[in-house]
């Protein structure tokens, strides 16, 4: 499901095809290198962390700012196989094994033996229980962020140093998924017990790295724990996170090999800057980003009460066609459904055609589209506004593109580009006829993927403004659903109703992820989600 | 002159306070709010309640007047409390980016003054010569580009011709000057370029409005030596304004120098600021306001003090 490969657009000039070519080899080459050499010791891994979190407690914060130069330093009960490309196979981290009881209800985690906090203590079930205490159930004074995605949880126990039992009201089918959240990192339960707020200021985890220092608006660094329960790991003896906010001083980073690599993404035009500069020194991985921007229409203003009218803004795009376009100079690509391409619950191709908006037949989408709104009552030439966030990639050209498809079906839509904080508000508060919305998790899984869609009060990020009950019972199938087949009927329901029947939302294309990183840096795949596969345990420097 | 001195020292007090009201009140107009950024991090939902609690821990359930008060108070006790965002002291936010800053607008004078008053001299002296254009061309081109502009262009032909980026991280001129040179070297010459255009321009016109002043006839007709009637009686009462422009845009370089300071991945002031503001930082953006305040009231105190120096015809009342 991710592209590895280079594909570029027809008028790139020839030396950008060689240096793709080139890159293509070295990348193949790396794979096989990867899985036949043995990782070589030593060397700091330099990169660019874009942005700062607020503060340094996972269990309070969203944003990769946080995960990517800390999660080095922390383990997790579960996390998502470093090397799945789909980004969804869970495996344990503290967690050796785990055992799931009959009805759904109960999970056993058998905790490694043998792994220390950095300050040389013990890690047993009593610090598991106590961090997801604190996630779970968060005193009056504490934030949890993702609280909500824990509501099955009834009690947690820790009846022996190495068992930690989940007990659950009902059957979650994202717990596993949940469990492996890149946020919940497992901290030390005397420290929360003498203060809950220690870790919003202080840094002290199990991984495999160990804190050095946070210079704030400049870099942080870590270096090798020597005592990391995996054996012979990490690999590298320390890392180092440059803080770079601007784009361009990003790519002129790693251009000029002061950074091995950017974690969360380049635009393909940065991507072939790289490529150019570096040639065979770089290598390029490339995958569907689980983020997509979507088209939120208000149904409390019309015509968007009126399926047919918000049916015919879906016909009208040309997907497919506007993947080739915009893939070029956006970070889009791909065409989906409500789940990443290529992942387990993904829309097959054939499904997905069947979808309204989804036909290779265009031609007839917009015939359609053009039926509809005349049956609707909107007359030809309607003009409305679609509101966008100030935020040029890929809001901008995508947003260009729903203007044009639109006026093809005799539509014209104003584009407002306004700041993000007025965008978001006026989303919330329903002040807008036609915007741009996005949806982005931190795993690729349908309870955290479908959560926004469901009924205005249900959830708090629901800028369509709509009750459906249908919708929300198909959530709650889904989400209970434990045999994964029954689950994709469920989620195909879903979708079928959000996407087609309903039209409440429409889905433009999927987020494209494009990593151009130092050839040197090996044993790192990249996953669908850049929120995942930070641990830099078994990521080596081959020189 | 003490007394002067201590009169102006007074009157900072209530331009400070003026700055206090505008910016705390400015604040709150603008939309948004620290509470819903600070949990709306990459697309994710806020719940409510966890925004009301950071409310509370904030102190912006409170009314206004309230929290004007409280930091106020603070203010005076020269306490500028946290930071919103990020829950650390304002003075150590501040102090890890004020080295940075100031370096820069320090090293960026420098080259300004190098650069500016020789040539605007030389530029005067030799009117409507060749040098005189050069050195206006040299002017209005600095005028016309901006120095964040030329910052690229260095970093593009650095990267391009030398495959060489500056250091990314600041380390301090004592720990290791090669490596604190080769960083801020080039935002100095982009920003230094940009400011000389200005004091160049404006050490040209006062040179040449000094030069056709009575005394200096005088003293050329007395036969003073040229270079004396430069150094001594020229360029000295030619300062005044040129002082001014340079004094300004000092103050200004510590917290304005927000773009350069993105293209070359400086940790200064300014790019706090941009932070600070983007987040809606309340308590940040106003320490950095009143800072930056400060400095402009301050380093215009001590511009009126060296008028004196320069020019015994001012005398303070």
Same mark, same amino acid.
């Given at each position: 499901?991710t592209d590895?490969r280079?594909?570029?657009?027809?008028?790139?000039?020839?030396?950008?095809?060689?240096?793709?070519?080139v890159?293509?080899?070295?990348l193949?080459?790396?794979r096989?290198?990867?899985a036949?050499?043995?990782?070589?010791?030593?060397?700091?891994?330099?990169?660019?962390v874009?942005t700062?979190?607020?503060s340094y407690?996972?269990?309070r914060?969203?944003?990769?700012?946080l995960?990517?130069?800390?999660?080095?330093?922390y383990?997790?009960l579960?996390?998502?196989d470093?090397?799945?490309?789909?980004?969804?196979?869970?495996?344990g981290d503290?967690a050796?094994s785990?055992?799931v009881?009959k009805?759904?209800?109960?999970?056993?985690?058998?905790?490694?033996?043998g792994?220390?906090?950095?300050d040389?203590s013990?890690?047993t079930?009593k610090?598991?229980?106590?961090?997801?205490?604190?996630?779970?159930?968060p005193?009056?004074?504490?934030?949890?962020?993702?609280?909500?995605?824990y509501?099955?949880?009834?009690?947690?126990?820790a009846?022996?140093?190495?068992?930690?039992?989940?007990r659950?009201?009902?059957?979650a089918?994202s717990?596993i998924t949940?469990?492996?959240?890149?946020?919940?990192w497992?901290?030390?339960a005397?420290?929360?017990?003498?203060d809950?707020?220690?870790y919003?200021?202080?840094?002290m985890?199990?991984g495999?790295?160990?804190?050095v220092?946070?210079v704030?608006?400049?870099y942080w660094a870590?270096?090798?724990n020597?005592?990391y329960?995996d054996?012979g790991?990490?690999?590298?003896?320390?890392?180092?996170a440059l803080v770079?906010k601007?784009?361009n001083?990003?790519?002129?980073?790693?251009?000029a090999e002061?950074?091995?690599?950017?974690?969360?993404?380049?635009?393909p035009?940065?991507r072939d800057?790289?490529v150019?500069?570096l040639?065979p020194?770089?290598?390029?991985?490339e995958s569907p980003w689980?983020?997509?921007l979507?088209?939120?229409m208000n149904h409390?203003?019309?015509p968007?009460?009126?399926?047919r009218?918000?049916?015919?803004?879906?016909l009208?795009l040309?997907?497919y066609?506007g993947?080739?376009?915009l893939s070029?100079i956006?970070?889009?690509?791909?065409?989906g459904?409500?789940?990443?391409?290529g992942?387990?619950f993904a829309?097959?191709?054939?499904?997905?055609?069947?979808?309204a908006g989804?036909?290779?037949d265009?031609?007839k989408s917009r015939?359609e589209?053009?039926?509809?709104?005349?049956?609707?009552?909107v007359?030809?030439?309607?003009?409305?506004s679609?509101k966008?966030?100030?935020?040029?990639?890929?809001?901008?050209p995508v947003?260009i593109?729903?203007?044009?498809?639109?006026r093809r079906?005799g539509l014209?839509?104003r584009?407002?580009?306004i700041e993000?904080t007025?965008w978001?508000a006026?989303?919330?508060?329903g002040?807008?006829?036609?915007?741009?919305?996005?949806?982005?998790s931190y795993a690729?899984?349908?309870?955290?993927?479908?959560?926004?869609?469901?009924?205005?009060?249900i959830?708090?990020n629901?800028y369509?403004?709509?009750v459906d009950?249908?919708?929300?019972?198909l959530y709650?199938?889904?989400s209970?659903a434990l045999?994964?087949e029954?689950?994709?009927?469920w989620?195909?329901?879903?979708?079928?109703?959000l996407?087609?029947?309903e039209?409440h939302?429409?889905?433009t294309?999927?987020?494209?992820r494009?990593?151009?990183?130092?050839?040197?840096?090996?044993?790192?795949?990249i996953?669908?989600?850049?929120?995942?596969?930070?641990?830099?345990?078994?990521?080596?420097l081959?020189? | 002159m003490?007394?002067?001195?201590i009169?102006r020292?007074l009157l900072?007090i209530p331009?400070?306070f003026?700055?206090?009201?505008?910016i705390f009140?400015l604040?709150?107009?603008v939309p948004g709010d620290i509470?819903?950024?600070?949990?709306?991090g990459?697309?994710?939902?806020a719940q409510?309640?966890?925004?009301?609690?950071?409310?509370v821990?904030l102190g912006l359930?409170?009314?206004i007047?309230?929290?004007?008060?409280?930091?106020i108070?603070g203010?005076?006790?020269l306490?500028f409390?946290?930071s919103?965002?990020?829950g650390?002291?304002?003075?150590?936010? $501040?102090?890890?980016?004020f =080295?940075?800053? *100031?370096?820069l607008?320090i090293m960026?004078?420098?080259? &300004?003054?190098?650069? @500016?008053?020789p040539?605007?001299?030389?530029?005067a002296?030799?009117?409507?010569t060749?040098i005189d254009?050069t050195?206006?061309?040299?002017?209005?081109?600095?005028?016309a580009?901006p120095s964040?502009?030329?910052?690229?262009v260095?970093?593009?032909?650095?990267?391009?011709?030398?495959k060489w980026?500056p250091?990314?991280v600041?380390?301090?001129?004592?720990?290791?000057?090669?490596?604190n040179?080769?960083?801020?070297?080039w935002?100095a010459?982009?920003?230094?370029y940009r400011?000389?255009?200005?004091?160049t321009?404006?050490?040209r016109?006062a040179?040449l409005?000094?030069l056709?002043?009575d005394? $200096?006839r005088?003293a050329? =007709?007395?036969? *003073?030596?040229?270079?004396?009637?430069?150094?001594?009686? &020229?360029l000295?009462n @030619?300062?005044?304004?040129?002082l001014t422009?340079?004094?300004?845009?000092?103050?200004f370089l510590?917290?304005g120098?927000?773009?350069t300071e993105?293209?070359?991945?400086l940790?200064?002031l300014?790019?706090?600021?941009?932070?600070a503001?983007g987040?809606?930082?309340?308590t940040?953006?106003?320490?950095?306001?009143?800072?930056?305040?400060f400095v402009?009231?301050?380093v215009?105190?001590?511009?009126?003090l060296t008028?004196a120096?320069l020019?015994p015809?001012?005398?303070?009342r």
């Amino acid at each position: 499901m991710t592209d590895v490969r280079r594909r570029d657009a027809p008028g790139v000039p020839r030396h950008l095809f060689v240096l793709a070519a080139v890159s293509i080899v070295m990348l193949l080459a790396g794979r096989g290198a990867d899985a036949q050499e043995r990782p070589r010791y030593g060397g700091e891994l330099v990169y660019v962390v874009p942005t700062e979190p607020a503060s340094y407690d996972g269990h309070r914060e969203g944003t990769f700012a946080l995960v990517h130069p800390l999660a080095p330093v922390y383990s997790t009960l579960l996390r998502f196989d470093p090397t799945d490309r789909t980004g969804t196979k869970v495996v344990g981290d503290l967690a050796e094994s785990w055992t799931v009881a009959k009805d759904g209800r109960t999970y056993t985690f058998k905790i490694r033996r043998g792994v220390r906090f950095h300050d040389g203590s013990d890690l047993t079930s009593k610090d598991v229980k106590a961090s997801y205490d604190k996630i779970v159930n968060p005193p009056a004074d504490v934030i949890s962020f993702r609280k909500g995605q824990y509501t099955a949880i009834e009690a947690i126990e820790a009846p022996d140093p190495t068992t930690v039992i989940f007990r659950l009201k009902w059957p979650a089918a994202s717990l596993i998924t949940a469990l492996a959240s890149p946020f919940n990192w497992i901290y030390k339960a005397d420290i929360l017990a003498k203060d809950m707020h220690w870790y919003e200021t202080h840094v002290m985890g199990s991984g495999a790295f160990v804190f050095v220092e946070h210079v704030k608006g400049a870099y942080w660094a870590g270096k090798k724990n020597p005592s990391y329960w995996d054996k012979g790991k990490p690999y590298l003896d320390g890392y180092r996170a440059l803080v770079v906010k601007d784009g361009n001083a990003q790519v002129a980073a790693v251009r000029a090999e002061r950074a091995h690599v950017q974690f969360r993404g380049f635009t393909p035009a940065e991507r072939d800057s790289i490529v150019q500069a570096l040639g065979p020194k770089v290598t390029v991985q490339e995958s569907p980003w689980d983020c997509v921007l979507l088209v939120g229409m208000n149904h409390e203003k019309k015509p968007w009460d009126d399926k047919r009218a918000r049916r015919a803004l879906t016909l009208a795009l040309d997907r497919y066609q506007g993947s080739q376009a915009l893939s070029k100079i956006a970070i889009v690509k791909s065409v989906g459904g409500v789940q990443v391409p290529g992942t387990p619950f993904a829309t097959p191709p054939a499904e997905l055609e069947k979808l309204a908006g989804y036909s290779h037949d265009t031609a007839k989408s917009r015939a359609e589209a053009r039926r509809l709104l005349k049956e609707a009552g909107v007359p030809e030439g309607f003009a409305f506004s679609l509101k966008n966030r100030n935020v040029p990639m890929p809001y901008e050209p995508v947003a260009i593109w729903l203007v044009d498809q639109w006026r093809r079906v005799g539509l014209q839509a104003r584009h407002d580009f306004i700041e993000s904080t007025k965008w978001e508000a006026d989303l919330r508060e329903g002040n807008y006829e036609v915007a741009v919305d996005t949806q982005c998790s931190y795993a690729v899984d349908p309870d955290l993927d479908l959560y926004k869609f469901q009924s205005m009060g249900i959830s708090g990020n629901n800028y369509g403004r709509y009750v459906d009950q249908t919708l929300d019972d198909l959530y709650q199938k889904q989400s209970r659903a434990l045999d994964a087949e029954e689950r994709k009927k469920w989620v195909r329901d879903f979708e079928r109703r959000l996407l087609d029947e309903e039209a409440h939302y429409a889905y433009t294309l999927q987020w494209h992820r494009i990593i151009p990183h130092s050839a040197k840096l090996r044993g790192w795949t990249i996953t669908p989600s850049h929120f995942v596969n930070n641990q830099l345990d078994g990521v080596w420097l081959s020189e | 002159m003490i007394k002067y001195i201590i009169k102006r020292l007074l009157l900072m007090i209530p331009t400070l306070f003026g700055v206090a009201v505008i910016i705390f009140f400015l604040m709150r107009i603008v939309p948004g709010d620290i509470v819903e950024l600070r949990f709306a991090g990459e697309s994710a939902y806020a719940q409510k309640e966890n925004l009301d609690k950071e409310r509370v821990r904030l102190g912006l359930d409170k009314p206004i007047w309230q929290q004007f008060l409280t930091w106020i108070g603070g203010l005076l006790r020269l306490d500028f409390g946290t930071s919103m965002w990020t829950g650390a002291p304002i003075t150590e936010e $501040i102090r890890l980016r004020f =080295a940075l800053s *100031l370096q820069l607008a320090i090293m960026a004078t420098i080259v &300004a003054i190098l650069l @500016a008053i020789p040539l605007g001299v030389i530029a005067a002296l030799r009117q409507d010569t060749w040098i005189d254009y050069t050195v206006r061309i040299m002017s209005i081109a600095g005028l016309a580009t901006p120095s964040f502009w030329l910052g690229i262009v260095f970093i593009l032909g650095l990267l391009i011709v030398f495959k060489w980026l500056p250091p990314m991280v600041y380390t301090p001129f004592w720990v290791n000057p090669v490596q604190n040179l080769a960083q801020l070297i080039w935002p100095a010459l982009a920003v230094g370029y940009r400011y000389s255009a200005v004091a160049t321009r404006m050490t040209r016109s006062a040179m040449l409005e000094v030069l056709r002043e009575d005394y $200096i006839r005088t003293a050329r =007709a007395k036969g *003073l030596w040229e270079k004396l009637i430069l150094s001594r009686h &020229a360029l000295k009462n @030619a300062m005044l304004p040129v002082l001014t422009v340079i004094a300004l845009e000092f103050a200004f370089l510590i917290g304005g120098l927000v773009v350069t300071e993105q293209v070359f991945n400086l940790n200064g002031l300014g790019m706090l600021f941009v932070e600070a503001v983007g987040h809606r930082d309340y308590t940040l953006t106003q320490a950095l306001v009143m800072l930056v305040a400060f400095v402009f009231i301050f380093v215009n105190f001590l511009v009126d003090l060296t008028y004196a120096w320069l020019d015994p015809r001012i005398r303070f009342r």
